[in-house]
Nanobody, 126 residues
Framework: EVQLVESGGGLVQAGGSLRLSCAASGLTFDDYAIYWFRQGSGKEREGVSCISSRTGSTYYVDSVKGRFTISSTNAENTVYLRMNSLKPEDTAVYYC???????????????????WGKGTLVTVSS
């Protein structure tokens, strides 16, 4: 059974930082790209970033570029999302997802993932 488990969410003040983790099990990690999505209250889910476990290639949406950094530890089947300079508009439930494909802008903007985690809540206070 494939499982994606997010952790690291919490309450932080604007300008602060958090590091989210996505621990994957039940899949061949190198064959998958891991994506982060988020959904704020009353908003549509949106893509944030992705990383190819095999090549290390990454992609970020413009709203987080320069503030968020995605990385992976293949030995631990874990992907991290380091979030700096957080803004109130970053408040959302953050989900990680996996697709047996590469990391791409198309994937970030069109979803179509094979597996999803249950999410972790990030709240940024002003």
């Amino acid at each position: 059974e494939v499982q994606l488990v997010e952790s690291g969410g919490g309450l932080v003040q604007a300008g602060g930082s958090l590091r989210l983790s996505c621990a994957a099990s039940g899949l061949t990690f190198d064959d998958y790209a891991i994506y982060w999505f988020r959904q704020g209250s009353g908003k549509e889910r949106e893509g944030v970033s992705c990383i190819s476990s095999r090549t290390g290639s990454t992609y970020y949406v413009d709203s987080v570029k320069g503030r968020f950094t995605i990385s992976s530890t293949n030995a631990e089947n874990t992907v991290y999302l380091r979030m700096n300079s957080l803004k109130p508009e970053d408040t959302a439930v953050y989900y990680c997802a996996a697709i047996r494909d590469g990391c791409s802008a198309y994937g970030v903007h069109n979803f179509g993932m094979d597996y999803w985690g249950k999410g972790t809540l990030v709240t940024v206070s002003s």
